[in-house]
Structure formats: structure tokens, C-alpha cells
């Protein structure tokens, strides 16, 4: 916290630079003034740093003349790390902690740009902490790494994305990708077939038929929206079909959403999960998620394919198990979704667009 208090809040800064003589100086030379002039918005014509017993007092001549007892936290913290950065040798090793202390937004960015150009012209590594999403914004998304604590240790997750950063440190998500399906069955089957670090970072919403789903998808880019967006069709869609919806909707507009139909060989999602129930691994995830033996989960499976209406498999498998029908269109469905090797281009391409 020294770094960014204002001069005038040590009183033992006031009692060196009262009426002592003056010590060292060095000043910032023309390169360094630039860039403080750019991190801060203004000119500076000098920056000198006075030393008196071991303590620095910045003097700054821009506009008007003042000393480190009159500028801002945020002012003088940059004045110092340009003075640290000025003789650095080429290859050296700097460490910054909290590096947005004392600076709004907008300086924050410019700060980046700046120690980016040291590391390039100097060669010079630069690890910084911070917690600003404005500066985990500004910075090459390979040079971000969250340390995250795991139980007594620590994990360091390379490569993050701004808002997975920003929703660890706030402990609650805050989604990077929306995406849109036709009905909630449809949208409990991707939640269900992702694991939960990537499912943690998305948002899944149900907007209604496919044309519906169609028009959302464009309207979501003509609105210019923060986040990605990705459109999941049902599996009785067609591409042809997908294609000529959108075509529609974005008229004259130049609008490409990124889209995909659900892998069911032309079959509803409901009807799609039926049939795989077929299999031994899904009818033995079933019995686990209902607790129950294979012969009753049999049962409930044959049941449901009866029904005329596949959208009711949910309430009828309530029914027969004493859950109310939700719970149970979820269970349902995770006992498919979890591990299907069908649903691994949707897998796929959620993780481009997150890792994007």
C-alpha cells in the first residue's frame, strides 16, 4: 500500500522533506514522460524524484508545479514503476503486486499497453497481480493465469477468459456463452451432457420453436450482445432447414450465428433419449439416478416410449417414481447425456467458443 498512498499521508515523509537539504535525484527521461503522459491523460514536461534519508518524493511540471504531497495515489504509484521500469536491464524480472491500485479504467488499459512495449523493446518478464477486469481485458489472453485455492493447495488455471476470471474471484458465475434452445428438455440436455467447470460458464435458455429459435439467433448478433451466442436445433431439423430459417430472418444482413442441430439422427430429443435408453450402460445410470432395480427402470422406459405425446416422458416417469416431473425429466436425461459420444461435437464446440 505504499506504493499508491499520497506522500502527505506519512507523517514521517513530511518530518524528511520539512527542511532538510536535498538529496539523489533522478528524473524521467523523454521516453518515460511519454508514457506517463499517456497512462494519465496529460502532459508532463519533468518528473523528478527527490531522495532525502532513504524516502523518494516525487516533483512533477506539467500545467502547473506540484509535489508528491499533491497528487493522487494512482499518479504517483505510475511516476514510480516508470522509475523502477527506465533502468531495467534487458531480460529482467519485474514484480508488481495489485497493479491497479490508485487508477481508474481508462489508465488502468493505457498502463497495460505500456508495460506490453517494455516487454517487447526490454525483453523484460513482468508478473503483476490484479483483480481489475479492465486489465485482464487489455491483456493477451495467454498471459493470464488464475490461481485459484483447491483445499489447502493452490491450482493455476492458464489461458482464462475475463468473466471466468472475475466470476472465481466473486464466487458466482457469470456466464461467457448463451445458448438457445428450442424447448427445456433440449436445454436440460446440454447442461447435462457438459461437465461442470465448463457448464459453470454458460447460460442455457429455452425461447420456444425452431423458427423462434432461428430469429433469436440472428437477433441475438443484431443486437450486438456482450457474449457469444450458440443455437442448438433439434435433431428433426435439417441443415437445409436451419439454413433457410435464418436466411429469412436476417434479410440484407451480412449475420452468420453460430448454430448446430442436437445428433439424433432426425429424431426429437425426447424420442432420441428413449431409444438410447436401449442401451445397458444408460439403463444401469438410470437405475442409479432413480435408485431403483433394472426391472423397474425397464418399466418406466417402456412406459414412456408408449406414450403418444414424447414431450410428457418427464411427468409420466414423475409419475411412476414419485418425483415430480422435472427432477425426473432431469434424471432422465443425465442418464444419456453425461457420456454419450453423440454429444460430443456439441461438447466441442461449446469449449471453442468458451477457449475462443
Not at 506504493?3 to 507523517?11: C, F, I, N, Q, S
Request: contains cysteine; glycine residues 8%; proline residues 3%.
Amino acid at each position: 500500500m505504499s506504493r499508491v498512498l499520497p506522500a502527505v499521508e506519512y507523517g514521517v515523509m513530511r518530518s524528511a522533506f520539512a527542511g532538510a537539504a536535498a538529496g539523489a535525484s533522478d528524473a524521467l527521461d523523454d521516453g518515460s514522460l511519454e508514457h506517463l503522459s499517456y497512462i494519465m491523460g496529460r502532459g508532463y514536461n519533468q518528473v523528478q524524484t527527490t531522495y532525502v534519508r532513504g524516502l523518494g518524493l516525487a516533483s512533477c511540471r506539467s500545467e502547473v508545479s506540484y509535489s508528491g504531497f499533491d497528487m493522487g495515489g494512482g499518479e504517483n504509484s505510475v511516476i514510480v514503476l516508470l522509475s523502477r521500469l527506465q533502468p531495467a536491464r534487458t531480460g529482467a524480472l519485474i514484480v508488481i503486486e495489485e497493479l491497479e491500485l490508485g487508477l481508474h479504467a481508462e489508465a488502468q488499459i493505457r498502463l497495460i499497453e505500456v508495460l506490453l512495449r517494455y516487454c517487447q523493446h526490454k525483453r523484460l518478464q513482468i508478473v503483476c497481480t490484479t483483480h481489475s477486469e479492465a486489465i485482464l481485458d487489455a491483456l493477451p489472453r495467454q498471459s493470464r493465469l488464475l490461481i485459484r485455492k483447491a483445499g489447502g493447495e493452490h491450482e493455476a488455471i492458464g489461458n482464462v477468459s475475463t468473466r471466468f476470471a472475475i466470476h472465481e474471484m466473486a464466487g458466482r458465475a457469470q456466464p461467457e456463452l448463451i445458448v438457445y434452445t428450442e424447448d427445456r428438455f433440449a436445454a436440460v440436455l446440454v447442461e447435462e451432457a457438459l461437465a461442470g467447470p465448463r457448464r459453470s460458464r454458460i447460460e442455457v435458455r429455452d425461447v420456444g420453436s425452431n423458427v423462434t429459435l432461428a430469429r433469436q439467433a440472428v437477433s441475438h448478433l443484431r443486437l450486438s450482445g456482450e457474449l457469444r451466442a450458440l443455437s442448438v436445433f433439434d435433431g428433426d431439423c435439417t441443415e437445409a432447414g436451419v439454413n433457410g430459417w435464418i436466411r429469412d430472418e436476417r434479410a440484407e444482413r451480412n449475420l452468420e450465428p453460430d448454430w448446430l442441430i442436437l445428433p439424433a439422427d432426425g429424431l426429437s430429443p425426447e424420442r432420441w433419449v428413449l431409444r438410447e435408453l436401449g442401451g445397458a450402460d444408460y439403463v444401469a445410470e438410470l437405475c442409479r439416478q432413480l435408485n431403483c432395480s433394472r426391472a423397474a427402470a425397464s418399466a418406466h422406459i417402456e412406459a414412456m416410449r408408449v406414450q403418444r405425446d414424447h414431450h410428457d416422458s418427464g411427468y409420466v416417469l414423475g409419475q411412476r417414481a414419485g418425483l415430480d416431473p422435472d427432477t425426473a425429466r432431469r434424471a432422465l436425461i443425465r442418464s444419456v447425456a453425461r457420456t454419450h459420444p453423440g454429444l460430443e461435437p456439441l461438447r466441442s464446440r461449446i469449449s471453442q467458443l468458451l477457449d475462443q
